[in-house]
């Protein structure tokens, strides 16, 4: 099992930055592939990102291929979502989530293919 704390959220103006940090805890980070979603009020969960289990597939969703980039560090047991030229269509409730690796195989772009999923860390972009 695995508990996902999501910080770096904010208030940034539009061309600006943020990283966004997930903190994972438990023995077994390893052994999860780790996505980033947002969301926004009456709208489903949208995928962003994906980094699998070592780091070796890196995925993207359209609208932030090229501005975000995902990465993790299995030493410190963290994924990171470094965001750069924000939009305001970019505003929303970031989250990250794990999915365990299994032999079968899951879809990292699927919400509902997450097992874990942290509280969600607040971006706002002003125009």
């Known amino acids: 099992q695995v508990q996902l704390l999501e910080s770096g959220g904010g208030l940034v103006q539009a061309g600006g930055s943020l990283r966004l940090s997930c903190a994972a805890s438990?023995?077994?980070?390893?052994?999860?592939?780790m996505g980033w979603f947002r969301q926004t009020p009456g709208k489903e969960r949208e995928f962003l990102s994906a980094?699998?289990?070592?780091?070796?597939?890196?995925y993207y969703a359209d609208s932030v291929k090229g501005r975000f980039t995902i990465s993790r560090d299995h030493a410190k047991k963290m994924v990171y979502l470094q965001m750069n030229s924000l939009k305001p269509e970019d505003t929303a409730s970031y989250l990250c989530?794990?999915?365990?690796?299994?032999?079968?195989?899951?879809?990292?772009?699927?919400?509902?293919?997450?097992?874990?999923w942290g509280q969600g860390a607040q971006v706002t972009v002003s125009s």
């Open positions: 438990g023995r077994t980070f390893s052994t999860y592939h």
């Open positions: 980094i699998t289990w070592n780091g070796g597939g890196l």
């Open positions: 989530a794990a999915l365990p690796v299994s032999p079968g195989g899951r879809n990292l772009r699927d919400p509902s293919d997450y097992d874990y």
